[in-house]
């Protein structure tokens, strides 16, 4: 499933055109590249939440990278990325109404994971061969904050959410979310 999605994505860039192509043939030569027991790299699934008129995205603090930024988490044998995308941002927000603005690929990325400890443990540099999604949820849902992942979860225009990130590897991926989203709002 996941890589017939890959095979029929339309890259937007030359960025995701280079990492539509590392993740298919990672896929081809990695059967276990929906885990995380496949050190070098595994499918994870993200999501930028924005509301229904895609003025404001939903960010949370992620207490291991000591950032604000999209939501999502590891795949973990789950090939289905949009089940995977949604039931992460659940988790991390509490929001419980999303509603996926397509069930295709929003954006794809390979994204450089550092190394760090994580529940004690040492997990070693790696790849995440991100696909994501857009997802539309309501701004008055309650927000939950889970401790384990974040520190804090809100809404922010674009451009408040862009300030509040200082992971540079990360802005121009959510750079490239929102011109996205303008190109779809026309």
Known sequence: MLKKQLQEYIPFNEQEAFDRQAMLMFIDRNPDYLLRSNSIAHVTSSSIVVNPSMDRILFAYHNLYQSWGWLGGHNDGDEDCLRVAIKETTE???????????????MIETIMVPNHIKKGKHVSDHLHLNITYLLIADEKETLVINHEENSNVAWFTFEEALQKVTEPHMIPIYKKALKKIEKLLG
């Open 92 to 106: 991390e927000t509490g929001v419980t109404k999303l509603k996926p603005y397509s069930n295709d690929i929003f």
